[in-house]
T-cell receptor, first 114, second 113 residues
Framework: EADIYQTPRYLVIGTGKKITLECSQT?????MYWYQQDPGMELHLIHY???????EKGDLSSESTVSRIRTEHFPLTLESARPSHTSQYLC?????????????FGPGTRLLVL | AQSVTQLDSQVPVFEEAPVELRCNYS??????LFWYVQYPNQGLQLLLK??????LVESINGFEAEFNKSQTSFHLRKPSVHISDTAEYFC???????????FGTGTRLLVSP
């Protein structure tokens, strides 16, 4: 069973605030991902990382940034939150040594920007 | 571009009835296929996956899916659903060499008594 954690689970914040969404995994997976999911919609990949000091933009353009200083930690930051950032953010990780690179997901952070 | 199609956005069904959730993907030489389930206000949980071998894969809670290469499909089935199966179901494909998952738009399964 996968162990991947996200905090906070819910966040309500005002426009212009800086926020960081935390994601940690204890499985030693090299690859980590951030997805954005609007209610009732598909998942869109916004960032991914192949390992420490590696970050890449995903398929959906996002104003957020990510960092990967430690294998287990992959935080996402919004420098100035706006109402258009309201969404659910899902973090995932996978082991590239595993066949098919199954991705394991955290519980998500539901963000509301007022 | 690679894509996954889930034709049904919502599937209503009565408890104990059978259900099929459809998934088709754009063709490729080699793929890995996944079904994930998302309960309200939660993240995605892996339900089952096809990597290789037998084309019929099963989950621990009674779901099964069959990989059909000729029809590029990976439909999810359950012979008798429970109220607790109410959730959003996402089909996903990993194309070898691309190292990323491509998700479908999801199917909401609504089980009523």
């Amino acid at each position: 069973e996968a162990d991947i954690y996200q905090t906070p689970r819910y966040l309500v914040i005002g426009t212009g605030k800086k926020i960081t969404l935390e994601c940690s995994q204890t499985m030693g997976h090299d690859k980590m991902y951030w997805y954005q999911q609007d209610p009732g919609m598909e998942l869109h990949l916004i960032h991914y990382s192949y390992g420490v000091n590696s970050t890449e933009k995903g398929d959906l353009s996002s104003e957020s940034t990510v960092s990967r200083i430690r294998t287990e930690h992959f935080p996402l930051t919004l420098e100035s939150a706006r109402p258009s950032h309201t969404s659910q953010y899902l973090c995932a990780s996978s082991d590239p040594r595993g066949a098919g690179e199954t991705q394991y997901f955290g519980p998500g952070t539901r963000l509301l920007v007022l | 571009a690679q894509s996954v199609t889930q034709l049904d956005s919502q599937v209503p069904v009565f408890e104990e009835a059978p259900v099929e959730l459809r998934c088709n993907y754009s063709s490729s030489v080699s793929v890995y296929l996944f079904w994930y389930v998302q309960y309200p206000n939660q993240g995605l949980q892996l339900l089952l996956k096809y990597l290789s071998g037998s084309t019929l894969v099963e989950s621990i809670n009674g779901f099964e899916a069959e990989f059909n290469k000729s029809q590029t499909s990976f439909h999810l089935r359950k012979p008798s659903v429970h109220i607790s199966d109410t959730a959003e179901y996402f089909c996903a494909v990993s194309y070898t060499g691309f190292q990323k998952l491509v998700f479908g738009t999801g199917t909401r399964l609504l089980v009523s008594p």
